[in-house]
T-cell receptor
Framework: KQEVTQIPAALSVPEGENLVLNCSFT??????LQWFRQDPGKGLTSLLL?????REQTSGRLNASLDKSSGRSTLYIAASQPGDSATYLC???????????FGRGTSLIVHP | GAVVSQHPSWVICKSGTSVKIECRSL??????MFWYRQFPKQSLMLMAT?????????EQGVEKDKFLINHASLTLSTLTVTSAHPEDSSFYIC????????????FGPGTRLTVL
């Protein structure tokens, strides 16, 4: 069974900082890995999807990397803004499945 | 991008009643839909997976007779919480994947259920 761990659990930073959010998983035989954003009381917004054959994906100020062999993914947020404040979730399927297991998330606060 | 809607966005009901939540894919055909529940400050827990026209597959510990899932078409899945009790109060979120989405999941906005 896939286990997903996200570090740190919470992060509070001033505006403008570059951030690194970490996700580790136990079963590396995965098809893909997905990063989501969740605002309080809201559903999930997909940020980046990395296929197993890819090493990284970029969207605007976001960059996600994937190292399957070590069971790790990193979400990098450049020049953070108050609007980035949210919970960031990492989702990884178990080996042989497309159904993801979610980490508990990193709660991010970016203050002006 | 792919859009998934849920209705209602929130519902309050009395203990013992049944509540139906709809999940729709608006601009794509959802080959598979997923239902999750999320407790405060917790991550998402998968409840069941449903494919159009077939019975849902429930996760261990989820009562299939209590949480009825119907995936009647490629754009609609429903979750009915039967004989709801206060412990069923939670945030219910659906997601969907389509044929051409490389198994990327698209999530609905969620439904907040409060059982009094």
């Amino acid at each position: 069974k896939q286990e997903v761990t996200q570090i740190p659990a919470a992060l509070s930073v001033p505006e403008g900082e570059n951030l690194v959010l970490n996700c580790s998983f136990t079963d590396s035989a995965i098809y893909n890995l997905q990063w989501f954003r969740q605002d309080p009381g809201k559903g999930l917004t997909s940020l980046l999807l990395i296929q197993s054959s890819q090493r990284e994906q970029t969207s605007g100020r976001l960059n996600a990397s994937l190292d399957k062999s070590s069971g790790r993914s990193t979400l990098y947020i450049a020049a953070s803004q108050p609007g980035d404040s949210a919970t960031y979730l990492c989702a990884v399927p178990s080996g042989g499945s497309y159904i993801p297991t979610f980490g508990r998330g990193t709660s991010l606060i970016v203050h002006p | 991008g792919a859009v998934v809607s849920q209705h209602p966005s929130w519902v309050i009901c009395k203990s013992g009643t049944s509540v139906k939540i709809e999940c729709r894919s608006l601009d794509f055909q959802a080959t598979t839909m997923f239902w999750y529940r999320q407790f405060p400050k917790q991550s998402l827990m998968l409840m069941a997976t449903s494919n159009e026209g077939s019975k849902a597959t429930y996760e261990q510990g989820v009562e299939k007779d209590k949480f009825l899932i119907n995936h009647a078409s490629l754009t609609l899945s429903t979750l009915t919480v039967t004989s709801a009790h206060p412990e069923d109060s939670s945030f219910y979120i659906c997601s969907a994947t389509g044929r051409d989405s490389y198994n990327e999941q698209f999530f609905g906005p969620g439904t907040r259920l409060t059982v009094l």
